[in-house]
């Protein structure tokens, strides 16, 4: 194992994190809240060490690193992330214990969105910025920052892509993965910008503009007021955020397609993604049932419940998290609805967490094989996605992910109840928008976790690390295989 490669790897996200730390401290400067002395000492304290690892460790056995070492990196890394960037809340005084800031920090990269905090409104500008920007430096993946920013660091560099995005498999624009990361992050950019320039046309001054598309971006849902999305009170901004969180749980792919495809073929370029009709398809069928669910209870407005269903179902779906609308109080149907929508998530090489919809529609036609198998075993059926025969043992591999899926859903939510202070289905639920990075979850748990105990909220960081690291990295860390030294 290539432990010094590891290390110098670590030493470059940590420098990646301090620097990400800087528009935050910059904002800190310009509002003058008392919170500047924190974020700067927070970015020494991690640009030092960083830089130090780099420059002095050497790769030693070469640049070549193995799967199971990028595997190592990704866990290792995120861990080390979610410590480094939970150290300006912690140092601030705003978060008194320090598995409150963990577990906050955790939430941010992983775009999980849950809180510990009951009201923040008074909080320092700098460090609400910082939370926001930690959606937006873990939705696209620190890895893959890393490695635009740092191309040549290693020679198979799709081992930490591999094992950090969000997807079951690995979608290279161009042969090279470094420049892979960088046309994926241009798109990111881009559609960053897109969304804030539209947020300040619908009225949002340029902090809260900033704040909502670091946030949708990362499909996170950190906000800088109790009431989220809600306290705007604005048609128009909510439906540009549910335009961009429906855009951000798109595989980024399709979009590089849209923009070297021809201008007659652009449209079709989605189309012709099976994933991506699935996920249309399923977002508006969803939207008009929700719609339907909800008719009587906003009082047969169809307007409003055509509004708030279509926000908090993209929301849900993309795993962003907002609320515009309290939707523990919707009727039963629609509750389970929600829920349901927990699961699945939006498109593999998306920002968005769950399930993710190509599995989804893979393990149903999966299963759909098994029956007709019984009926007809002699007759020689293949499952296809996209017109192409799918590999049987990415098949195999999407099961066991389901199902460990599910059974970490339960066992987590067994492992909470041991604090015994909530019902069975909130801590269910926690569990589970936990490992889908969801944020919001049900009955009591529904705007904030601060009531779990320290075993609690380490219990949901780990969730949630698992989900947005797609559970086998995090997993691997227990295995005697991960570290041994060859």
């Not at 690193?65 to 992330?81: D, I, T």
């Not at 009951?118 to 939370?131: D, S, V």
């Not at 749980?249 to 989605?270: H, T």
């Not at 993309?318 to 699961?343: E, Q, Y």
């Amino acid at each position: 194992m290539n432990r010094k490669l590891i290390l110098r790897l670590l030493g470059a996200m940590l420098s990646i994190v301090a620097l990400a730390m800087i528009p935050a401290l910059i904002l800190a400067l310009i509002f003058r809240d008392g919170d500047a002395p924190v974020l700067a000492a927070c970015i020494g304290g991690l640009l030092v060490p960083g830089l130090l690892i780099w420059f002095l460790v050497h790769p030693g056995l070469g640049t070549h690193l193995r799967l199971r070492e990028g595997f190592l990196v990704v866990a290792l890394g995120w861990l080390v992330l979610s410590v480094g960037g939970a150290l300006p809340f912690f140092f601030s005084g705003l978060y008194p214990r320090f598995e409150d800031a963990l577990f906050e920090s955790v939430s941010g990269f992983t775009t999980t969105g849950a809180t510990v905090l009951l009201e923040y409104e008074h909080f320092p500008r700098g460090i609400m910025f910082w939370r926001a920007t930690t959606h937006w430096v873990g939705g696209m993946g620190v890895l893959m920052l890393t490695l635009a920013l740092l191309p040549k660091l290693t020679g198979r560099t799709s081992h930490l892509v591999r094992a950090e995005s969000p997807g079951p498999s690995l979608s290279k624009l161009v042969p090279h993965t470094g420049a892979t990361a960088k046309i994926l992050y241009r798109i990111y950019i881009l559609l960053t910008f897109l969304e804030f320039l539209a947020l300040m046309l619908c009225g949002l001054n340029t902090y809260d503009a900033a704040i909502h598309t670091l946030s949708t971006a990362g499909t996170g849902g950190f906000s800088n007021y109790s009431q989220s999305v809600g306290a705007f009170g604005s048609v128009w901004a909510e439906s540009v955020i549910t335009v961009f969180m429906f855009m951000f749980g798109v595989n980024f792919a399709l979009y590089y397609r849209f923009l070297i495809s021809p201008p007659k073929d652009k449209i079709g370029s989605f189309f012709r993604d099976e994933e991506f009709r699935w996920y249309l398809g399923i977002v508006g069928s969803f939207i008009l049932i929700l719609t339907f669910l909800n008719f009587s209870y906003y009082s047969g407005d169809l307007s409003r419940s055509f509004r708030y269903s279509a926000f908090q179902l993209c929301s849900i779906m993309s795993t962003t998290g907002f609320v515009t609308a309290n939707f523990n109080d919707w009727p039963v149907a629609s509750r389970m609805l929600i829920f349901f929508a927990m699961f699945i998530g939006a498109c593999a090489g998306s920002t968005a967490g769950g399930i993710k919809i190509i599995r989804v529609v893979l393990a149903g036609k999966h299963a759909r094989r098994a029956v007709h198998s019984t009926v007809l075993p002699k007759k020689v059926q293949v499952v296809r996605l996209d017109g192409k025969a799918a590999d049987e043992t990415l098949l195999s591999q999407i099961s066991i992910f389901v199902m460990l899926y599910f059974f970490l859903v339960i066992l987590g939510a067994f492992l909470l109840s041991l604090e015994g202070k909530f019902a069975p289905m909130d801590n269910l639920s926690a569990a589970l928008t936990c490992i889908s990075n969801v944020g919001p979850a049900f009955g009591a748990l529904a705007s904030d976790f601060a009531s779990y105990g320290v075993w609690g909220k380490l219990l949901c960081c780990f969730l949630m690390l698992a989900g947005r690291l797609e559970l086998f990295p995090i997993l691997i860390l227990f295995t005697r295989g991960a570290w041994k030294s060859t």
